[in-house]
């Protein structure tokens, strides 16, 4: 299995809302991350997790709140999210943070925030 | 300021015909660089990457070079193939604890039939 499954693959929510994304993976990968991609932009790094302990977070606001219940597991929760906050949400895993392998990434949240 | 450069924002090459998408990187202190292809509305596919203690890795149809004193690197896909067109992004890390992917802006390819 070299999947990382993103559910759901497609959520419109309104400015007042709390969400969830989630992000599965069993390939064993201890990190996984969390992108932000905007139309026609590379994916942005937001969160790193390795160990199922945040080590990254790119000064991201805190309406974004990333959770990793388990090494199979991440979330992102979301609430009072602004539309500019409307993207590509990935989500990736890599076997470790300290030594190069690629990372794996899944189809994504398309998100849109009325 | 961009760590990681593609300053071609597209190119066409034709079938069966070599495809070299170039990149180019600031940080000295990235040692580990990947290529992606990504499909519009899906997740980015990795594709092959290179050690900076190596100068070449080839998978198949595609070989990445990599010029650590000019920090450069190339992707080369021979034969190009229709199903080639995407979007290829550069990425790189430093490979130290805490492993961040940087991303270059993206060569959306096209192979002509």
């Not at chain 2, 980015?44 to 203690?53: A, R």
């Not at chain 2, 790189?92 to 390819?109: D, I, M």
Request: overall charge positive; proline content about 6%; aromatic content about 12%.
């Amino acid at each position: 299995d070299t999947e990382v499954t993103q559910t759901p693959k497609h959520l419109v929510m309104g400015m007042t809302n709390k969400k969830s994304l989630k992000c599965e993976q069993h390939m064993g990968h201890r990190a996984m991350y969390w992108y932000k991609q905007k139309a026609k932009k590379p994916p942005e790094l937001m969160f790193v997790y390795s160990y199922e302990k945040l080590s990254i977070n790119e000064s991201v606001p805190s309406r974004f709140s990333p959770e990793c219940p388990n090494s199979s597991l991440l979330n992102l929760h979301l609430h009072a999210l602004q539309p500019e906050d409307s993207a590509l949400y990935l989500c990736a895993s890599s076997q470790r943070t300290i030594m190069n392998t690629e990372a794996f990434f899944g189809q994504g949240t398309r998100l849109t925030v009325v | 300021d961009q760590q990681v450069k593609q300053n071609s924002p597209s190119l066409s090459v034709q079938e069966g015909r070599i495809s070299i998408l170039n990149c180019d990187y600031t940080n000295s202190m990235f040692d580990y660089f990947l290529w992606y292809k990504k499909y519009p509305a899906e997740g980015p596919t990795f594709l092959i990457s290179i050690s900076s203690i190596k100068d070449k890795n080839e998978d198949g149809r595609f070989t990445v070079f990599l010029n650590k004193s000019a920090k450069h690197l190339s992707l080369h896909i021979v034969p190009s193939q229709p199903g080639d067109s995407a979007v290829y992004f550069c990425a790189a890390s430093a490979g130290n604890y805490g492993q961040n992917f940087v991303f270059g802006p993206g060569t959306r390819l096209s192979v002509l039939p």
